[in-house]
């Protein structure tokens, strides 16, 4: 995405501050004088610490002096040069260069008056080849006019002539950061696409690698799947994987949230209805159940189906058949079966809120996928990927995560798991001022990691349980600012049954309502 004129003011102001240069009519003098201060001034540097990564630098100049100099302090610094007189020449010669040499290529520095194609000219065709090597622009006819053109048409940094060697130095370093980064997050990528992803899910801890190893084995059956995990963990996306790595992949894979649609409307769009079925049925529909057909249909939240639709599914899993509503004509369906729930189903059954014989119809391949705060080595990679899209969705630059700020994340429980994670990663990337996320970008959760629930502190006095109940719902409705769908998903109960006990989350936003 292009900058405003407004942004690349503060990139102009953050620049290094390179001295103003002299008059057109003495430039000679001047640079002359320069050149042989800066010649001992390299001499010198030479002496000093060196960078210990041996990079390739290219470098272009029309003035042969100048050339050799930036040339010698170049090479001074620990990188190989390869230098020309001629931004067209060492465009041509770029332009055969194969992929090994430009991950050797640090950056490249350019005069910007150079016969036959200018600085500008080289950054704009160059950019065409390679838009992930930083170019430096040098030139002693410095003007904002042309720092803002240079930058809006992708230079890394702009210096001007006469320029002292070591800010010249600072500016190489902050163009090798930047390049080193880019070369880490290629090599990153790359790696979490060979070893660490399996159909768009990312890990690299032990729990997420027998995650991989089970999805290879039940992937290409038929059988049904109930995934279990709070909430957060990535159901959906383990069930999408479990489509998209099975022979029906190419079929149809159609999901839905049980507990986000009405008792009453969930039958009609699972089995459809026909004609006349209800007041408003003025013509047949298909449901999704049958729009799946050789494909995969994931149930997410089943542990909220109701006992009346539980038996009329457990009826699709004996038969293969689906009766749309007000219909008696049965039609045979062939879909593979994913479910997946926050809740514990085999508590459902002994307190008779969920059928014992639907649990074992649909729990044939158990999954359970691990919380975030289970599989803290999965965090780096995890926030690496998000940066990454989440940077191109909203088409803004990518940020570096700092030590200290990954220290927090490592060391936060993450009750909302993967998705609170995504969610932090993203306000952070959109919010954060620096070229790095820090600490103080981290605004989704509290400094300290949550502690073990202390019942001894809590609890001053001894009460029923109905009483401690009324008031830790009270506590959690106050906690989630009255949001009763996130209320009720940490008390692992239903929307509906938080109502039935007379909790109606007052102070709740509009929203959410």
Same mark, same amino acid.
């Given at each position: ?19 103003? #240069?002299?008059? !057109?009519? @003495? %430039? ?11 010649? /001992?001034? =390299? ?118 002539? #006469?320029?002292? !060697?070591? @800010? %010249? ?11 080193? /980064?880019? =070369? ?124 009346? %639709? ?204």
């Amino acid at each position: 995405m292009p900058l405003t004129d407004a942004e690349v003011g503060q990139i102009v102001k953050s620049l290094p501050n390179c001295p103003t #240069p002299p008059p !057109l009519t @003495e %430039l000679g003098e001047a640079e002359g004088a320069s050149l042989t201060t800066n010649r /001992l001034e =390299a001499r010198g540097l030479m002496e000093g610490e060196m960078i210990q990564m041996k990079n390739r630098v290219v470098v272009i100049d029309d003035d042969a002096e100048m050339l050799s100099l930036v040339q010698e302090f170049v090479s001074s610094q620990g990188y190989e040069v390869d230098s020309f007189s001629r931004a067209s020449h060492a465009l041509e010669w770029l332009r055969q260069k194969p992929e090994e040499y430009f991950a050797q290529l640090s950056f490249v520095i350019t005069d910007m008056r150079m016969p036959e194609l200018t600085g500008i000219g080289f950054i704009k065709q160059f950019q065409q080849v390679r838009r992930d090597i930083p170019i430096i622009l040098a030139t002693a006819f410095g003007s904002i006019e042309t720092a803002i053109e240079a930058m809006r048409e992708g230079a890394f940094d702009y210096v001007t002539k #006469p320029f002292q !060697l070591k @800010e %010249l130095a600072v500016c190489f370093s902050r163009a090798r950061d930047v390049r080193n /980064l880019q =070369a880490e997050n290629q090599t990153l990528r790359a790696q979490v696409q060979q070893d660490w992803s399996v159909a768009g899910i990312i890990g690299k801890s032990r729990s997420m690698k027998s995650l991989f190893a089970l999805l290879g084995r039940v992937a290409p059956t038929s059988a049904h799947v109930l995934i279990t995990g709070e909430s957060g963990t990535g159901k959906e996306l383990v069930a999408r994987a479990i489509h998209n790595l099975s022979p029906r992949k190419e079929q149809r894979f159609q999901a839905i949230n049980c507990s986000a649609i009405p008792e009453t409307l969930l039958e009609s769009e699972l089995f459809g209805f026909s004609k006349g079925a209800f007041t408003g049925a003025n013509q047949s529909k298909k449901g999704l159940l049958a729009d799946a057909d050789k494909g995969t249909f994931f149930l997410d939240e089943i542990g909220d189906l109701s006992l009346p %639709l539980q038996a009329k599914l457990l009826r699709f899993l004996q038969d293969k058949e689906i009766r749309p509503v007000g219909s008696n004509i049965a039609e045979k369906v062939d879909v593979r079966i994913v479910a997946a729930t926050h809740k514990d189903l085999s508590q459902g059954i002994v307190e008779g809120w969920f059928r014992e014989d639907l649990f074992y119809r649909l729990n044939v391949i158990p999954v359970n996928l691990p919380p975030l705060r289970d599989r803290l080595d999965d965090i780096q990679i995890l926030t690496a990927s998000f940066i990454s899209r989440i940077a191109a969705n909203h088409g803004i630059p990518k940020k570096r995560l700092s030590p200290a700020a990954l220290k927090r994340l490592m060391s936060y429980s993450w009750p909302g798991n993967v998705r609170q994670l995504e969610n932090t990663i993203e306000r952070a990337l959109v919010l954060a001022q620096g070229e790095q996320i820090q600490p103080e970008d981290l605004l989704d959760f509290e400094d300290a990691p949550q502690k073990d629930f202390d019942v001894e502190l809590a609890f001053g006095q001894l009460m029923p349980l109905k009483q401690l109940t009324s008031l830790y719902i009270d506590y959690v409705l106050k906690r989630t600012s009255g949001k009763k769908e996130e209320a009720a998903r940490i008390l692992g109960i239903s929307r509906r049954t938080l109502y039935r006990r007379g909790h109606d989350g007052q102070g709740e936003s509009s929203s959410d309502s």
